[in-house]
């Protein structure tokens, strides 16, 4: 696996490291990461070999979310670029929440939006102790469309409800109590932590592993075509709206928007 935004490792038992590798960019989400994201996912799941993935990022923190670059781009383009922009998160999210291998969570610093989502499609979440977390997207007038069905199945309607609209950035304490996060641990504690949940996959079927977690995807809320299709017309909606324009102008012109 060779990658530009991804630093691929695996040990001898079968346990590969994934991780975002921009800490210059904060791991923000280009379209690159989210290209070769999915191609790690679609890899991993044709090797039987491999027992566990570790998803962490490089630097200060986990992911910032969405790449400015790309923020940039979507503002200038039409609404069918926006729309298939939207499908590659879409997509990548998408290629993580089915890879046959258990995915594990190593999150510290901070996590928004985007990387919330990512967060959401792994089967357990170990996080350090004062992360981060948080939907930013309404604070510039959007929404956190695709990563929504993902979200939403990991922590229930009701308590997604309770960050999901806000913008509000809660800590990891929150987020264990929201089903996102299973342990809060010092950052000298996570090594640790992080390989107790790897420890138990070296001692079952990984094939067995792969049938488990299709059939706890299948009988989990619907996430199929056609959710994710609204999901990218909910987001292109929003992004052509009057808030979306002032939110976003309002984000670059570094100012308070009209609704602050």
């Keep these: 696996m060779g990658f530009e935004t991804l630093d691929v490792t695996r040990d001898g ?18 379209a690159q990461m989210l290209a ?25 923190l986990f992911c910032a979310g969405g790449d400015l670059t790309w923020m940039m781009a979507q503002i200038k383009a039409d609404r069918q670029t926006r729309m298939r922009e939207a499908r590659k998160l879409a997509e990548m999210l998408g290629a993580l929440n089915t890879m046959r291998a258990p995915l594990i969570g190593k ?22 102790e004062g992360t981060k977390f948080g939907f930013t997207e309404t604070r510039l007038g959007i929404i956190p469309a695709t990563i929504g069905p993902y979200v939403l199945a990991r922590m229930g309607e009701g308590r997604a409800r309770q960050v999901f609209m806000s913008a ?12 996102l996060v299973k342990s809060v641990v010092s950052a000298d504690q996570i090594e640790a932590a992080v390989e107790a949940e790897v420890a138990p996959y070296l001692a079952v079927a990984p094939g067995a592993v792969g049938r488990a977690k299709a059939l706890a995807r299948m009988l989990g809320p619907r996430i199929d075509d056609a959710v994710i299709d609204a999901t990218i017309v909910a987001l292109a909606d ?4 009057e808030e979306a324009i002032e939110g976003i102008a309002a984000f670059l012109e570094k100012r308070k928007a009209s609704w602050a």
Excluded: Y
């Design 36 to 60: 070769e994201l999915t191609q790690f996912a679609q890899e991993v799941s044709a090797d039987t070999g491999v027992r566990a993935v570790v998803l962490s990022g490089k630097g200060d």
């Design 238 to 241: 929003a992004w052509e709206s």
């Design 13 to 30: 038992r079968g346990v590969m490291s994934l991780q975002l590798d921009l800490p210059e960019k904060r791991n923000a989400l280009s």
């Design 107 to 128: 999150i510290h610093g901070s996590a928004f939006g985007g990387a919330v989502g990512m967060a959401s499609v792994c089967d357990v979440v170990i996080a350090v």
């Design 168 to 179: 509000r950035v809660f800590d990891a304490r929150e987020a264990q109590g929201l089903g």
